[in-house]
Each structure stands twice: as structure tokens, then as C-alpha cells.
């Protein structure tokens, strides 16, 4: 009795349709390199200079993955042992190829990354608060590659990068982070400095009255953390400490670029208003307001895009992640540390 197979199909055209789609895939699929150049005619901020200082970025981004690839094999490691404020080691082959790459394109006037040194020529220059930011991003190497960016603040797009192709292929369109998430980020070796407010709200998170507990995720890299935040949804949080009563997060470097790919536009919301009203009778402060990737970014007393940094090196607390994980800590910690 023979099976039911259905209809035949032809494997040879198959195999052939799927090799000339590999070939074509370049031209056909949304890459970053196209969508540096997308709408350049109608959007005032893509300039010939902002594309190919964009294109630079791009390269620099590629040639770190090349290095990565084949440091091992030929013992490349650009390594210097110079340790910035916070202490950390920080590895120079990153700051190095970046930065040649920005100096190539002959549009840069001042490049600083999270381990320079202070400078008399930054003093000249006038450090801007993160609203004035026209892009952000960060790349997580891995098995797979990926980089979020966001440009303009209107959305934040995920790109998986094709070592065939040796272009950054689009995955989302438009990133959202999860109004509310499993998972919450803290370095828990921190957590005899704590103030008594986070303490309990971590316990909380733990072992909630109702649900299911939060899962722990905790890298130490900041990058590998926003990551799950942007896709599993969550809280990131990067408390201020007995040790570091300013905050650990680097206003310039790290607070700012993630406030700007996480944030959210909800003022507007009538949902919110309760909460907001309550807040700012008591102290005013609140969270990063627009677009991008649908979360919320705050220090807990103001949105971290709305500090002018009086140093390159200045921290500050940084909470952020999904929107309801991110107001539950402001009813849990914020305005109870406010009202005291």
C-alpha cells in the first residue's frame, strides 16, 4: 500500500533558485549600508558628510569583526594594560581601529572613547547633553554579531551580520522592548552598598507576593545586558553605591547611548498621568521621552539624555529596560528615597 507523498517536487530548480537568491541577496535585502543612504533626499540629517562619516563607522565595525576572526591564529591582540576611572582594563585594538578609520574620513574634529585621558583640547570643546545626539549603538560580538543602532531616535533597528555577504542584514525593522520582562540586571556583588530601597526592590524581584519570580542576568558587559533587555525585556540597573555615591554608568559613554536606543515617547499617555503628577509634587524628574526601541531610561531623579556632562569622564546612576519594570522602580525606590 503505497503512502500518501503528496506532490513531487523538483529539487534541481530548488537548489538552483536557492543559490541564485544567495547571490542576489546583497542587492535585494536590507543592509545597513542602505539604510545609511535610505530617505537621504527628504531627510534633512543625511548629509553627504553624515553618510560618509556613517560609512567610516561601518567600516571600522567590520574591520573589528576581521580582527576578532583571526586574532587567535596570528596573535594579534593591540592590548595595552591602561586603566581608565573606574579601574577596568581596557583593550586598545577597538579604540584603535575606530578611531583610524573616523580620522581617515576627514570629518572629524574631536574622537574620545571611555579610556581617554583628559585633555586640554576637550576642555575648548563644549560637551552636549545626549538630546543632541543623532545616533547611537553598540555591536555584540558573539557566534552571531549583532549591532542596534538608532539614528535620528526614531527607531531602533537590529542587524545580524553576513560574514558571506560581509554586510550587516537587517533582522528588526523596529526593535520594541517588551513592556514588561523576565528578567532584571544588577551586579549583586554590589549588594552590601546599596541603599535599603534597591535592596528591597532586587528581594522583590526575587520573590514576588504575586507572579512568577524575575530571572537573574548579569554579564558585567553593558552591551551584552542591553541585549536581553532588548529582547526578552527587563531592567537594567546600575545603582548608585556607597563606593560610587555618583553612579557607575558613564554619562558620556555608556548612560547616554542606551538612554537614547531604549527610550519611548509617553507623556502623552493618560495612563501615565497618575504616576507623573504624583511624582513631580514631589520632586520633578522623570524619564527619557521619544521614540526608538518603546522603553524607558532614567536616573532616577531625571532622564540621563537631559544632563550637560561638566567632565568626559562624569557617571551617574542608570536605570532602564521595560516600561513597566522601569516605573515600578520609581514607585519602589525613587519616591520613597524622595521622600524621606
Not at 558620556?252 to 527610550?263: K, L, Q, S
Request: proline residues 5%; glycine residues 6%; charged residues 20%.
Amino acid at each position: 500500500m503505497a503512502a500518501n507523498r503528496g506532490p513531487e517536487m523538483d529539487l534541481q530548480p530548488f537548489k538552483a533558485t536557492l543559490l541564485d537568491s544567495r547571490k542576489s541577496q546583497a542587492r535585494e535585502t536590507f543592509t545597513l549600508r542602505r539604510n545609511i543612504i535610505a530617505d537621504r533626499e527628504v531627510n534633512p540629517m543625511k548629509t553627504p558628510k553624515f553618510i560618509m562619516l556613517m560609512e567610516s563607522i561601518e567600516m571600522a565595525m567590520r574591520s573589528l569583526i576581521q580582527y576578532n576572526g583571526r586574532a587567535r591564529l596570528i596573535k594579534e591582540y593591540l592590548v595595552t594594560s591602561s586603566h581608565h576611572e573606574t579601574g577596568n582594563v581596557e583593550e586598545k585594538t577597538a579604540e584603535n581601529v575606530i578611531l583610524q578609520c573616523l580620522k581617515s574620513s576627514g570629518l572629524v574634529c574631536y574622537a574620545y572613547s571611555s579610556a581617554s585621558k583628559k585633555s586640554e583640547v576637550l576642555q575648548r570643546a563644549r560637551l552636549k547633553p545626549g538630546n543632541e545626539m543623532l545616533v547611537a549603538g553598540f555591536v555584540v560580538y558573539s557566534s552571531a554579531i549583532a549591532l542596534f543602532i538608532s539614528m535620528g531616535g526614531n527607531s531602533t533597528q537590529e542587524y545580524i551580520y553576513d560574514e558571506v555577504l560581509g554586510e550587516f542584514i537587517v533582522q528588526d525593522p523596529d526593535v520594541k522592548i517588551p513592556v514588561k520582562g523576565k528578567f532584571y540586571c544588577i551586579d549583586e556583588a554590589q549588594s552590601e552598598m546599596w541603599d535599603q530601597p534597591t535592596l528591597e526592590f532586587v528581594t522583590m524581584k526575587k520573590s514576588p507576593k504575586i507572579g512568577p519570580p524575575k530571572h537573574y542576568k548579569f554579564s558585567g558587559s553593558l552591551c551584552v545586558d542591553m541585549y536581553v533587555c532588548l529582547k526578552y525585556g527587563g531592567i537594567l540597573m546600575y545603582p548608585k553605591t556607597l563606593r560610587s555615591p555618583t553612579g557607575t554608568a558613564k554619562l558620556t559613554f555608556e548612560a547616554n547611548p542606551m538612554a537614547y536606543i531604549a527610550r519611548y515617547d509617553i507623556l502623552l499617555s493618560s495612563g501615565w498621568l497618575p504616576l507623573i503628577s504624583s511624582i513631580f509634587r514631589i520632586q520633578k524628574y522623570f524619564l527619557v521621552c521619544s521614540r526608538a526601541a518603546g522603553g524607558l531610561a532614567t536616573t532616577g531623579f531625571s532622564s540621563p539624555l537631559d544632563i550637560t556632562p561638566e567632565h568626559l569622564h562624569q557617571t551617574v546612576p542608570l536605570y532602564l529596560g521595560s516600561r513597566e519594570e522601569v516605573v515600578d522602580l520609581l514607585e519602589n525606590v525613587t519616591i520613597r528615597l524622595a521622600t524621606k
